[in-house]
């Protein structure tokens, strides 16, 4: 990235008035591929953003379909906490057990706090050492994104406007007008999410995994469930401390497939 993309994003942020950016990122189906993805951001981040802007990384535990039991829904937290010390996430937004079924009370969001701080402190007290996450593209991805929004005009607002447009970014199963929705995703046999599509992003080839046919309604509704399932499953098998990772190492997608 040469010093052009640089002033070119500093000028968009100057003019805002902007010196201080939260970049989020949510937690997804594999906690590997996660901290992949994270590193990848930051990354990003230390690359296009003005040296006088300060910035930081959120982490949001998951956003999609949570699990029904208390003990799975506090698994997945738990995980959340972990990724978040690994990655050292600035901050992290918690979910409450009463996720699937309803809107949270203040005793129960105090409690999920509480949870989130005890993890997290459990694994900075570890102090495990953790392998770097697998390169397997991400950031190779991120950065081809980055760089074809960046050539479509000076400004980065109306080049945001036009990669919408081409279909340069393209967001999976999203029902915005603005997108053209021809990207496709799945996710595989450990867990990982792959494109079925990219549609039209010069990402062809990059992390693999591009199937040529449809995902189906099955296996759609399937993915949207899979956390859920995986993490009630897990919930049922054990009530151990072991961490997320050890957890993990013992779900399959054929445990999942008769959950």
């Not at 950065?143 to 967001?171: C, I, M, N, S, T």
């Not at 999976?172 to 039209?200: F, K, M, Q």
């Amino acid at each position: 990235m040469g010093p052009r993309r640089s002033r070119v994003l500093q000028a968009r942020l100057h003019q805002h008035g902007l010196r201080s950016v939260s970049l989020s990122y949510a937690q997804q189906t594999h906690v590997r591929q996660d901290e992949e993805a994270v590193a990848a951001l930051r990354s990003l981040a230390t690359a296009f953003i003005p040296d006088d802007t300060d910035w930081h990384i959120v982490l949001y535990t998951y956003m999609g379909k949570y699990p029904r039991t208390r003990d799975g829904a506090l698994l997945v937290l738990r995980a959340a906490a972990e990724l978040a010390v690994r990655t050292g996430a600035t901050r992290l937004i918690v979910k409450t057990p009463a996720e699937a079924h309803r809107i949270p009370t203040i005793k129960e969001n105090v409690e999920a706090l509480e949870h989130a701080a005890a993890a997290a402190a459990a694994a900075e007290r570890a102090g495990t050492p953790h392998a770097p996450p697998e390169d397997t593209g991400i950031a190779t991805e991120a950065w081809q994104l980055v760089e074809a929004v960046l050539d479509l005009h000076p400004d980065v607002g109306q080049a945001l406007l036009r990669a919408f447009a081409k279909g340069y970014l393209d967001v999976p199963y999203c029902l915005h007008s603005d997108n053209r929705g021809h990207a496709r995703g799945y996710i595989d046999e450990t867990g990982r999410l792959r494109w079925a599509s990219v549609g039209a992003m010069p990402i062809r080839g990059i992390t693999g995994g591009e199937r040529d046919h449809s995902v189906g309604s099955s296996e759609l509704l399937s993915a949207l469930s899979y956390v859920e399932r995986k993490h009630d499953l897990l919930a049922l098998r054990s009530q151990d401390t072991r961490t997320s990772d050890a957890l993990d190492a013992g779900t399959t997608a054929a445990d999942l497939r008769q959950a």
